[in-house]
């Protein structure tokens, strides 16, 4: 059974940081693609980064520059690293796998884990 398990989150100030956690049990981080998302009240979930088996990363437009997405795979955990913090940045924050093996794609989601971002 996949579990993932989001830490980290909190109160921050405007310009802190943060650094997320995923910690995952049931798979190995390094051969999914893994993936953060957040999702603000009253708006749709949305990528912020995500890093592929082979280590691509990518992130959405409005964190780029300030957040990076990493992983340890001695720990089987990914990280969200969140700097210069913004109030637009206040979400519920997810962590998630796919991983398509022949015509099938499996996903999980973790829980999440509440970002707030003000003075």
């Known amino acids: 059974q996949v579990h993932l398990v989001e830490s980290g989150g909190g109160l921050v100030q405007p310009g802190g940081s943060l650094r997320l956690s995923c910690a995952a049990s049931?798979?190995?981080?390094?051969?999914?693609?893994m993936g953060w998302y957040r999702q603000a009240p009253g708006k749709e979930r949305e990528l912020v980064a995500s890093i592929t088996s082979s280590g691509t990363t990518n992130y959405a437009d409005s964190v780029k520059g300030r957040f990076t997405i990493s992983r340890d795979n001695a720990k089987n955990t990914v990280y969200l690293q969140m700097n210069s913090l913004k109030p637009e940045d206040t979400a519920v924050y997810y962590c998630?796998?796919?991983?398509?093996?022949?015509?099938?794609?499996?996903?999980?989601w973790g829980q999440g884990t509440q970002v707030t971002v003000s003075s």
């Open positions: 998630r796998r796919t991983r398509v093996s022949g015509p099938r794609e499996y996903t999980s």
């Open positions: 049931g798979i190995i981080v390094s051969i999914n693609t």
